[in-house]
């Protein structure tokens, strides 16, 4: 057993090959990118709405379509069937998303200089528990938002969730909701992240 757990830790102290820190660096690109660009989309579509009712979701902010009128147009139709408005102080991880990103960029540039591969085990395990974290959060807030009705609003529907990815039909709105390139990006980090772990365990091999 013990050799074992000195050839796990050999295995872990060795330096970066540089094929694997040049793929850190530019997974730390996509990073900063997926930082900036869309992480999901969700949209509604009803004969009264045929263009869509759209908000799009960034780490650091909500944008709605038509110059911001849509976020009001959802937010009159919540009322009506006494869910809570969207506002996006409600959204706490909007305010420390885009630092999390940061530290990861820097964990990520410290093991493209001087890392080894324990760094990139430590910051890959890191970032998937964020981007779980992260994602279980919005699913959490979705169902929130579709369960916490007022019973005394105007219109009365059974309780449901929002679709995390895909379609469904809510009364006469089609809801979709789909991930963006933001999203698309993150994924990128962290396999490139994963492929750098595999290039050096190649070459030690």
Partial sequence: MQAILRAID?????????????LVLLG????????????????????????????????????????????N???????????????QSDFAEMTWMPFAIGIFALLALRAAAVGRIRHLVDLGVLFLYFGMFSLATFAY?????????????????????PILVGQQQI?????????????ACMGAFLMTVLTAIWLSRSEAS
């Fill in 141 to 161: 807030r979705l169902w929130s938002y579709g369960h916490h009705l007022d019973p005394h609003a105007p219109m009365r529907i059974a309780p449901f969730t």
């Fill in 28 to 71: 730390m690109v996509a990073l900063i990118g997926g930082g900036l660009l869309p992480l999901w989309r969700i949209q509604l579509v009803a004969p009264q709405y045929e263009e869509g009712l759209t908000l799009v979701m960034y780490s650091h902010a909500i944008a709605a379509g038509h110059g911001g009128q849509d976020l």
């Fill in 10 to 22: 050999a295995f872990l102290e060795r330096p970066l090959s540089a094929a694997s820190r040049g």
């Fill in 171 to 183: 009364a006469n709105f089609v809801q979709s909701s789909l991930p963006l390139a933001g999203t």
């Fill in 73 to 87: 147009e959802i937010n009159t139709l919540n009322h009506y069937i006494g869910m809570k408005p969207i506002v």
